[in-house]
């Protein structure tokens, strides 16, 4: 059996916006994933204060 190969191949301006499209999406996923993470941590560190300034 013979494997067939497609001789298609992609040129560099391609391949530099498949790159670029790559890295935006990780920059809007990363940045949406930061700042859910950021607000979770925010809340929890003011609500373990007012617990405590509650407490004294």
């Known amino acids: 059996m013979k494997k067939e190969s497609r001789k ?3 040129n560099k301006d391609e391949v530099n916006e498949m ?5 935006r999406r990780h920059n809007r996923r990363s940045t949406i994933i930061s ?4 607000w979770i941590l925010i ?3 003011s609500f373990g204060l007012f617990q405590a300034v509650q407490n004294v």
């Open 43 to 45: 809340g929890g560190y």
């Open 35 to 38: 700042s859910v993470l950021g």
């Open 19 to 23: 790159i670029e499209s790559a890295i």
């Open 8 to 10: 298609e191949y992609l």
